[in-house]
């Protein structure tokens, strides 16, 4: 599970934030470019920009479902993340 105290100081300000223990397996990156970007000196993805609608917010958070590393997080109450189908 993510943990907000190990979000990279690159994400935007938002609710969803990628952590330290990314493993850069470029995922986030390939299937939504529009949201993810990477750090090249540190070789990890963080969040360059949150989402603005509700389907933008399922069909890119939807990446890290696949994502075995599971390191994109919520910040809420739950940490449950919101998937597209």
Known sequence: MADIDEKWPEN???KYYVDEQCI???LCR????DFFT???DGG???VHKQR???RASRCAWKRSKV???KRLAKTAKTSSLVYCR
């Open 12 to 14: 935007v300000k938002g």
């Open 24 to 26: 850069d397996c470029d």
């Open 30 to 33: 390939e299937t939504a470019p």
């Open 38 to 40: 990477r750090n090249e």
């Open 44 to 46: 990890y993805s963080f």
């Open 52 to 54: 603005e609608t509700t």
């Open 67 to 69: 994502a075995q590393s």
